[in-house]
C-alpha cells in the first residue's frame, strides 16, 4: 500500500509564488519516478514535471523557466516551486509516484492552486 499526500496549495494572486510537497508512504522500493500532474474542469489531466530519484527531471512547456522540481529520497517527498504564477496556472495539482518495478502509477487527492489576476 502506498499513499502521498499533497500540501501547500492556495489562493495567491498573480506573478507570486507557491509551493507544493508531496510525502509518498507505504511499500515503495525500486527505482520511481515522482512528478506533478494538473487538471481544470473539463480538460484532461496534463503533465507539469517529473524527476527521478536520480534528479533527472522534465517540465512541461508551461512550466519551464518558471517552476522548479525536486525531491529528497530519504523522505520520499517531491516539491514543487511554482514562481511568477498566471491565472491559467489555476488547477487541481496531483501528485504521482511511478514504481518501475511494479508497472503501477500511485495518485494522491490533489491540492487546489487558484492564482488571481
Known amino acids: 500500500q502506498v499513499q502521498l499526500v499533497e500540501s501547500g496549495g492556495g489562493l495567491v494572486q498573480s506573478g507570486r509564488s507557491l509551493s507544493l510537497s508531496c510525502a509518498a508512504s507505504?511499500?515503495?522500493?525500486?527505482?520511481?519516478?515522482m512528478g506533478w500532474y494538473r487538471q481544470t474542469p473539463g480538460k484532461q489531466r496534463e503533465l507539469v514535471a517529473t524527476i527521478t530519484g536520480s534528479g533527472k527531471n522534465v517540465y512541461a512547456d508551461s512550466a519551464k523557466g518558471r517552476f522548479t522540481i525536486s525531491r529528497d529520497n530519504a523522505k520520499n517527498t517531491v516539491y514543487l516551486q511554482m514562481n511568477s504564477l498566471k491565472p491559467e496556472d489555476t488547477a487541481v495539482y496531483y501528485c504521482?509516484?511511478?514504481?518501475?518495478?511494479?508497472?503501477?502509477?500511485?495518485w494522491g487527492k490533489g491540492t487546489v492552486v487558484t492564482v488571481s489576476s
Open positions: 504521482f509516484l511511478h514504481l518501475f518495478l511494479r508497472g503501477i502509477d500511485y
Open positions: 507505504g511499500s515503495i522500493f525500486g527505482p520511481d519516478v
